[in-house]
């Protein structure tokens, strides 16, 4: 594949636990906010990452606001995106168009695509913290 070949790049994440606790934080700190929590919890999803490079699994389950490893959830998923860390990373500091990568192929989405595209609105609230989570930790080498 494709992937296989790709040099790391200065943007990458060291570890799955990064990755869970940037990107899975991000979520966490969505369900902590006063407006979004409400909104995302009533879409009732429950969404599945699978990240690559390194190789993550997340689940979002925005009913019960809960955030967990793959490996922890037992329950059904409504969708899984598909992506490289990289791509989450970049999503996250709105500079990834969900729709545009979804099309391109770095993104790839199996199952319910449209609650997704209603959740992307809401996330550009997020960036700002996103980013501004890494600057604090000191990971502007994950900066876009």
Known sequence: PRSARRKPTAMSFGSPEEVRTYIGGIFEAAFDDAELAPRLRSTGVVLRFAFTEPETDLVVDFENAVVTTGAEYEGPVGATMSMSAE????????KVNLPLAMAKGRIRVDGQVAPLLKLAPLSKKLYPVYVERLTADGRTDLLV
Request: proline share 0%; net charge neutral.
């Open 87 to 94: 791509t989450g990373n970049g999503y996250w500091q709105g």
